[in-house]
């Protein structure tokens, strides 16, 4: 069974950091493009970042250009998101999600097939 | 940055056929990139729906379908019931984007 599980969030500054991590388990995690996904507090859903299997290729959302690196540890089969100059719109519930491939990535044809429950983070004074 | 527009909000009596627009540009669906569909229930991680526009993943009951024409998709619910009642996203790729995945702004389905 394909599990993914956040941790790692909580409440921090604005300017401050934190850095997510994503266990995944139950499927061969190397060989999946992995990304991030964010909620903000009543909104809809926001993609923050993609990072191929073997950690070579990083896209990310223009917000968080700059600010965010997404990481992975293949021997640990676990994705991360270091967070930093956190701002208050950064806040948001953010979920790890494994980008299933058919045909190529960069021709879009992926979808995010597992999800975790996701871990909330919060920026505020 | 949704560039994908979604009606707020859709409803229905259990039993009709409700439907839900996920509208595009030539950066996106009408570039030719397929659309997938995520069903969001309340307090609940998104599931995946609808995949590669027209497919539903294993376990996904027939009564959701999805279908694509130029820059628009749609996701159709029939038989509608008061599990159905949830949040709905659409989702492409956009050329335009760098590499990114782009979600529709959601589409709160209520069951009345």
């Known amino acids: 069974e394909v599990q993914l599980v956040e941790s790692g969030g909580g409440l921090v500054q604005p300017g401050g950091s934190l850095r997510l991590s994503c266990a995944a388990s139950?499927?061969?995690?190397?060989?999946?493009?992995m990304s991030w996904v964010r909620q903000a507090p009543g909104k809809g859903l926001e993609w923050v970042a993609n990072i191929k299997q073997d950690g070579s290729e990083k896209y990310y959302v223009d917000s968080v250009k700059g600010r965010f690196t997404i990481s992975r540890d293949n021997a640990k089969n676990s994705l991360y998101l270091q967070m930093n100059s956190l701002r208050a719109e950064d806040t948001a519930v953010y979920y790890c999600?494994?980008?299933?491939?058919?045909?190529?990535?960069?021709?879009?044809?992926?979808?995010?097939?597992?999800w975790g429950q996701g871990t909330l983070v919060t920026v505020s004074s | 940055q949704s560039v994908l527009t979604q009606p707020p909000s859709v409803s229905g009596a259990p039993g009709q056929r409700v439907t839900i627009s996920c509208t595009g540009s030539?950066?996106?669906?009408?570039?030719?990139?397929?659309v997938h569909w995520y069903q969001q229930l309340p307090g609940t991680a998104p599931k995946l729906l609808i995949y590669g526009n027209s497919n539903r993943p294993s376990g996904v009951p027939d009564r959701f379908s999805g279908s694509k024409s130029g820059t628009s998709a749609s996701l159709a619910i029939t038989g509608l019931q008061a599990e159905d009642e949830a949040d709905y996203y659409c989702q492409s790729y956009d050329s335009s984007l760098s590499g990114s995945s782009v979600f529709g702004t959601g589409t709160k389905v209520t069951v009345l």
């Open positions: 999600a494994r980008a299933f491939t058919y045909y190529d990535f960069w021709s879009g044809y992926y979808y995010f097939d597992y």
């Open positions: 030539s950066s996106n669906i009408g570039a030719g990139y397929d």
């Open positions: 139950g499927f061969t995690f190397s060989s999946y493009w």
